[in-house]
């Protein structure tokens, strides 16, 4: 599986598993949003604070990216493998925050929508989000209802924390492709690392916010990672399959806190994403939309809950925002992301693959 061989791999099974994954996170801040609280929500309440449905969503988006871009990291340069990256994340990227600042912005500004468009900081608000996608999360006068009701009135997109991880990761992996090092016992090092940490440092970098979120959600990018190594050797099987899903059940009853517990998912979600037997819905004709449902998800969900008022229910919300997403979703796709996509065939900076 060298060479042009890990060009030609496709697994159609991501798609579908990467779309739930973005709809688990839109139904679980659904609680967040409409009751201020997380609460109500089913895995919480099952589980205990700090598990939601779409905190698994965002493990999943995790796990399956490291797996996918290692695998397009086993060919062609460092260069080229950065410029497909970026292709995949930033034209819709700096679609959306222009549509948040200029757009959302003007619409929830406590300063009018004239107001708020007369202001000279629209520039510089959208360069710092597009250079730091934590920026973004809350913007300038941009507000939903009283803050006094709650800390997540300006909180404009509480999704976007994990963009910047994931720009973060891409980073590494090029920079392991750069001097040859980008090897599966340096993954296996990377996570075993990753997972460990926990357990004798709860919060690293108390002030750090960035560095704590890394060290939370990157392991499960390595894990994907080194799936894929694993992968070069071994098909998945559905043996292994299955005892690692029993255990990752038995680790959240029993060990519910830890961290890394739903990691032992990933090797199951892999079987299942590259199983030639498993047919899920390829969304061939709708496209890769789950990029830009996330993308849009909270957003929608914040301009939902403000128009139903007190009329607002989690499952109104989610009803509304979830066919919202994917329609926009749809649109980012068609109209930016797949176009985007394919100004990866004229970059400068890819070679072509050598066969060994």
Known sequence: MRGVDIKKAFYPNFNMIRLVAASTVIFSHAFLISER????EPFHRLLGEGNILGLFGVYAFFITSG??????????SAGGFLWRRALRIYPAFVVYTLLSVYVLGALFSSLGISGYLLKSLHVKTTLHALLDPN???????VQFYDPAISWLATFVNGSLWTIGQEIVCYLIVAGLMAIGCLRAPLMALALAVGVTWQLF?????????????FTFIAPYFFCGSLLWFAMEKRQPNIVPALIFAALGVL??????????GPMLFAYPLVYIATSPVIRLPSLE?????????YLYGWPVEQVMNHALGEDSTWWAVF??????????GWLSWHLLEKRALRLKRISLLQRQPVSP
Do not use: I
């Not at 004709?285 to 449902?293: E, Q």
């Not at 009803?319 to 926009?328: E, H, I, N, V």
């Open 319 to 328: 009803a509304l925002s979830l066919p919202t997403a994917w329609l926009l």
């Open 251 to 260: 680790c959240l009853v029993l060990w519910p806190d830890y961290l890394y």
């Open 135 to 141: 920026f973004g999360m809350t913007l300038p006068h």
């Open 285 to 293: 004709r709708l496209g890769d939309v789950s990029y830009g449902t």
């Open 37 to 40: 609280t997380s609460a109500n």
């Open 67 to 76: 797996f996918l871009v290692t695998q397009s990291a086993q060919f062609g």
């Open 201 to 213: 440092f709860d919060h690293p970098w108390p002030k750090m916010r960035f560095l704590t979120d």
